[in-house]
């Protein structure tokens, strides 16, 4: 453990910085395989837009993670060992695709970001002044997922506009 790395933490435990960081590991994992199942099985118009999406941001995810576990170990940490200890630990769940429509998969996928967002929020005021080199993993992580919203909310508006028109268009 790096000891003058970690002696410039003010007015926060290490453990409890440990643990949350361990949460959001879970949440990047789970959220990497929700992207990555949505993108297998997803159906429906203008699909592979959505699925360049999803696989994009299943690889954001993947790296979340591993930028997560690198802090986790620089902090003396070590990052969740098992995948049945994600759902204990996790803050935002998983959302099973239910329905493989492209409509309803970024549905799902937006509750998620949403999520994610306020989990990085919460955790960028939870260091902000006190562990800077964490504050500044999490408000990068924060921009990917504000990022993923937005790219999401935009297709998913593109995609029910184009039903209502070809619906408009029809009757
Ligand atoms: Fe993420
Ligand atoms: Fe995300
Ligand atoms: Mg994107």
Redesign the pocket.
């Known amino acids: 453990m790096a000891k003058r790395g970690n002696s410039i933490i003010k007015g926060l435990e290490i453990d409890e910085i440990i643990q949350v960081l361990n949460k959001a590991y879970a949440d990047e994992w789970l959220?990497y395989y929700q992207y990555f199942i949505e993108a297998k099985v997803i159906k429906g118009i203008m699909k592979d837009a959505a699925i360049a999406e999803l696989t994009q941001?299943a690889t954001?995810?993947l790296r979340h993670a591993d930028m997560l576990a690198e802090r986790i170990l620089q902090l003396g940490g070590t990052p969740l060992l098992n995948p049945k200890d994600w759902f204990a630990h996790t803050n935002c769940g998983y959302e099973e695709p239910t329905n493989f429509d492209v409509v309803s998969i970024l549905n799902d996928s937006i509750k998620g970001?949403q999520c994610?967002i306020s989990t990085y929020s919460q955790l960028a005021d939870m260091t902000r002044d006190k562990d800077i080199v964490t504050y500044d993993l999490v408000s990068e992580i924060l921009a990917?997922?504000v990022e993923?919203e937005e790219d999401l909310q935009a297709l998913y508006d593109d995609i029910t506009e184009f039903v209502t028109d070809i619906k408009s268009s029809l009757s």
């Open positions: 959220a941001h954001d995810e970001e994610a990917d997922e993923h």
